[in-house]
């Protein structure tokens, strides 16, 4: 058996209350290295053809080798499902205790199947596992729930659970942990709760059975000392995701009044430096010394959690100016349980419906108490937030009028943070993310606004497939945090070392980028399994970035090229071994081992 995984499997079944263990097979472990890479072949091999609001999906838990190891940013794990949001595979990576105790308590995955009767949640203590009863939890937020959870279980369990959003199914809630992790945009809060499932509560007393602890041990202490020593340490450690405010506003592609603009007249009072005046607290993963949880005050006085994304989404993408109610927002969506990143580009759907006259409630940009009424009437899914409580994409889809020329969202999900009018190597790779638009498998912003920010080069389709496998590939199946690589500069050498710390066995970047490669193929096949008109036009941005130029900053002028969009667009699929619709090749499948993928989607 391979070392360093705990090799086995943990599958719940709700609806009977049956659980077992099964073995993490090592062709699994060798294929797919953990994480996203077991969720997806788990998905693919057990998910097909269902809703996801129904019984008869599951949640996928997953950490991968590197997960829990006393190694830097180490307590990260995946949740994947198929997404009620998108209908395709979605995934989320969320840093918790939960993962560290998963671990140690023996699983490397959990899979959770079926639906409880009654709201239930799952205590998983070492090789104890109960499904308790949780109609005590059951409608409470997600602080409340935790400090329930803690009170009864310690302050030291791992706790991943969903807010009433989730219990409401609502497609654009996540999964939260210590009141300020966050993970599962695509709708698995909605999925926890479509199986009457608020939490998971996880204790782990046992050791991962790694090849060599000692050069383990000796690795991730060097590890840690090399990130305290980088340059940007300081700064990061002040600011955290926040110092890329105020680079987006200088660089025209801060999301602004619902992604129409990339710069913000009051982007100085919700900086990084404007949030530095208000810190009270930092917190994060654990394992991590580079703690980027900013906590401050919102204006109710409660503390909040804040991060790049958050405070672009809530802050100029609604016209919002003050850096403590942005907080309070924050704070709400926290506690509902409801992803930052999908509300904020909600609630600015909703106000430029409201401006354009198209819904007859009036709600201004930057207004509070409106955005503050609407986070409750999302979560609960009545009254206007019912329009745009499945995302922006059915929103645009039952308002009509032409809204789903600026419903800000690729595949169904709702992009980040970053306005891509002048940025066409982002806007690709919000394209092309396998989970719909998200950043995390490809931030190519900053390489792309210092290398010939405007071009549409084949250079750039290379650089966003390199980008990539290291981070949607590698990063999301190892399972471990990619901010040190990515903000401190930490030594990308390092991660092959400690891999074959744990497991034994020596593996290249190419072995690992053959891994990726696979990843994606299997995900990109479940799109077109489970939605058999997927292809090409799924890949595309909205028309507002190609159809609506900046008014200001200094790339004012600027949209994209349609054409040569497209153009990169085939550079990539012919790169990924895709056809031109952006299915993959019977020949690229045959060529990963995924033959019975090209049996199925090409037969
Ligand atoms: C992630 C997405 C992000 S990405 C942010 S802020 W970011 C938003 N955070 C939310 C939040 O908070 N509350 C809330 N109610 N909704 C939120 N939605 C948004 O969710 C997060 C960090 C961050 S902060 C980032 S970039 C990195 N992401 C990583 C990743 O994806 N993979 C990886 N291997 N390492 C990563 N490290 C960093 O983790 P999703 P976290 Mg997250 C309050 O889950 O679904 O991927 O969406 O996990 O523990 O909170 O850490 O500027
Ligand atoms: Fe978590 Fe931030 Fe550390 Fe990454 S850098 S593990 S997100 S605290």
Not at 220 to 249: H, L, P
Request: with cysteine.
């Amino acid at each position: 058996m391979m070392k360093g995984y705990a090799g086995k499997m943990l599958r719940v079944d709700l609806s009977n209350g049956r659980i077992s263990t099964e073995e993490v097979p090592d062709a699994m472990k060798s294929n797919f290295l953990g994480g996203r890479g077991f969720a997806i072949k788990l998905l693919w091999d057990e998910v097909k053809h269902i809703e996801p609001l129904s019984e008869e999906n599951k949640i996928i838990f997953s950490t991968g080798p590197l997960t829990g190891q006393s190694l830097p940013s180490s307590g990260k794990m995946v949740i994947a499902s198929k997404s009620p949001l998108t209908g395709g595979y979605g995934d989320g990576n969320i840093g918790t205790m939960a993962s560290v105790h998963l671990r140690k308590a023996g699983y490397d995955v959990v899979v959770v199947e079926g639906k409880s009767e009654k709201p239930c949640y799952l205590l998983i203590e070492d090789e104890n596992v109960k499904i308790v009863d949780a109609s005590e939890l059951w409608g409470k937020n997600t602080f409340e729930a935790q400090d329930l959870l803690e009170k009864k279980h310690g302050r030291n369990a791992g706790i991943l659970l969903i807010g009433p959003a989730g219990e409401n199914r609502i497609p654009i809630s996540l999964v939260i942990s210590q009141k300020g992790r966050a993970g599962g945009r695509p709708g698995l809060g909605a999925v926890m709760g479509s199986k009457n499932l608020k939490a998971l509560v996880i204790k782990g007393t046992g050791s991962i059975p790694n090849f060599d602890d000692e050069k383990l041990k000796e690795l991730g202490k060097r590890g840690y000392e090399e990130i305290k020593s980088k340059e940007n340490y300081d700064f990061w450690v002040r600011q955290g995701t926040m110092q890329a405010f105020d680079w987006c506003n200088e660089n025209t592609c801060l999301p602004t009044y619902n992604f129409r603009e990339g710069v913000f007249d009051s982007s100085k009072e919700l900086d990084g430096y404007a949030l530095e005046k208000f810190k009270v607290d930092r917190k994060g993963c654990p394992l991590c010394n580079m703690q980027c949880g900013n906590i401050i005050k919102d204006s109710s006085d409660h503390p909040s959690e804040l991060d790049y994304e958050n405070v672009g989404m809530l802050g100029p993408n609604i016209g919002m100016r003050n850096l403590p109610e942005v907080a309070l927002l924050n704070r709400m969506a926290d506690e509902w349980g409801l992803d930052t990143i999908s509300l904020g580009s909600s609630i600015g759907f909703l106000m430029e419906a409201s401006e354009k006259g198209l819904i007859p409630e009036k709600i201004g940009w930057g207004d509070f108490e409106a955005a503050r009424k609407l986070i409750v009437s999302i979560g609960k899914g009545e009254g206007l937030g019912q329009l745009v409580s499945h995302g922006v994409r059915n929103a645009s889809e039952t308002l009509g009028k032409g809204s789903h020329r600026w419903a800000m969202h690729v595949k169904g999900l709702e992009i980040s943070a970053y306005n891509c009018h002048a940025c066409p190597g982002m806007a690709l790779s919000f394209g092309t993310s396998p989970i719909g638009a998200s950043h995390k498998d490809a931030w190519i912003i900053a390489w792309e606004i210092s290398n010939d920010r405007l071009s549409y080069s084949k250079e750039k389709v290379e650089k966003l497939i390199e980008f990539q496998r290291i981070r949607g590939g590698f990063f999301e199946s190892a399972t471990v945090c990619r901010l040190p690589w990515v903000e401190v500069n930490f030594g990308i050498h390092w991660y092959p070392e400690y891999l074959e710390a744990i497991t034994g066995k020596k593996m290249s970047w190419e072995d690992l980028y053959k891994i990726g490669d696979r990843i994606y193929h299997l995900i990109r096949a479940y799109w077109k399994r489970e939605i058999p008109r997927f292809g090409r036009i799924w890949d595309v941005p909205p028309d507002r970035w190609f159809e609506e130029p900046l008014s200001r900053g200094k790339m004012k002028g600027i949209k994209l090229d349609r054409e040569k969009y497209d153009h990169m667009l085939s550079w990539y699929y012919e790169r990924r071994g895709w056809d031109e619709n952006g299915i993959p090749t019977k020949e690229t499948l045959d060529h990963f081992g995924l033959k019975d993928a090209s049996e199925e989607i090409i037969g």
